[in-house]
């Protein structure tokens, strides 16, 4: 059973700062991994998709790198701002599977203050 | 446009009553997912739709009925909840559900249920 681990579970940084999000996934046959945001009593945002094939998405000031063999993937946040807190969720769609399931880590709450 | 909709945004029922959600979609997206979110928990997944017909029950029960009327429309009907059914409903679609060309789910801002 795939299961998607986050680290850390929380995060408050001061404005400015680059920072790093951390995804783990026990079960390396996956078909993607994907990035999204969700602000408190809100929907997910999809911030960044990486194919199992890849090994890094760009988008503005967000990397996301993905090394699937070690079964580990980050989220690279450069210059934080306050519109940047929010809780951060990893996805991996499995492998195996004749529909595309996400599992879901349990995310990072990010707290960036001015 | 790669908004997905949902209504109503908040919802209050009692035990015997009967609501529904809607969901919709006009982004030709042939898959569309039901998920129910505990709040500080991740989405997890109830039903996925592919081409109108159910695909996925996730062990869902009873009380919760999804309906998908046409390729842009997806509904959940509810009946008899309990309390610990009170949560944020996602709704969210994609291009296709098979998991090899998976392009991104896109969600709806959820409808925040109450069950008393």
């Known amino acids: 059973k795939q299961e998607v681990t986050q680290i850390p579970a929380a995060l408050s940084v001061p404005e400015g700062e680059n920072l790093v999000l951390n995804c783990s996934f026990t079960?390396?046959?996956?078909?993607?991994l994907q990035w999204f945001r969700q602000d408190p009593g809100k929907g997910l945002t999809s911030l960044l998709l990486?194919?199992?094939?890849?090994r890094e998405q760009t988008s503005g000031r967000l990397n996301a790198s993905l090394d699937k063999s070690s079964g580990r993937s980050t989220l690279y946040i450069a210059a934080s701002q306050p519109g940047d807190s929010a809780t951060y969720l990893c996805?991996?769609?499995?492998?195996?599977?004749?529909?595309?399931?996400?599992?879901f880590g349990q995310g990072t709450i990010l707290t960036v203050h001015p | 446009d790669t908004e997905v909709t949902q209504t109503p945004k908040h919802l209050v029922m009692g035990m015997t009553n009967k609501k529904s959600l809607k969901c919709e979609q006009h982004m030709g997206h042939r898959a569309m997912y039901w998920y129910k979110q505990k709040a500080k928990k991740p989405p997890e997944l109830m039903f996925v739709y592919s081409y109108e017909k159910l695909s996925i029950n996730e062990s869902v029960p009873s009380r919760f009925s999804p309906e998908c009327p046409n390729s842009s429309l997806l509904n959940l009907h509810l009946h008899a909840l309990q309390p610990e059914d009170s949560a944020l409903y996602l709704c969210?679609?994609?291009?296709?559900?098979?998991?090899?060309?998976?392009?991104?789910?896109?969600f709806g801002p959820g409808t925040r249920l109450l069950v008393l």
């Open positions: 996805a991996v769609t499995a492998g195996g599977t004749s529909y595309g399931k996400l599992t």
């Open positions: 079960d390396s046959a996956i078909y993607n």
């Open positions: 990486i194919q199992s094939s890849q």
């Open positions: 969210a679609s994609s291009q296709d559900i098979v998991a090899e060309y998976q392009e991104t789910q896109y």
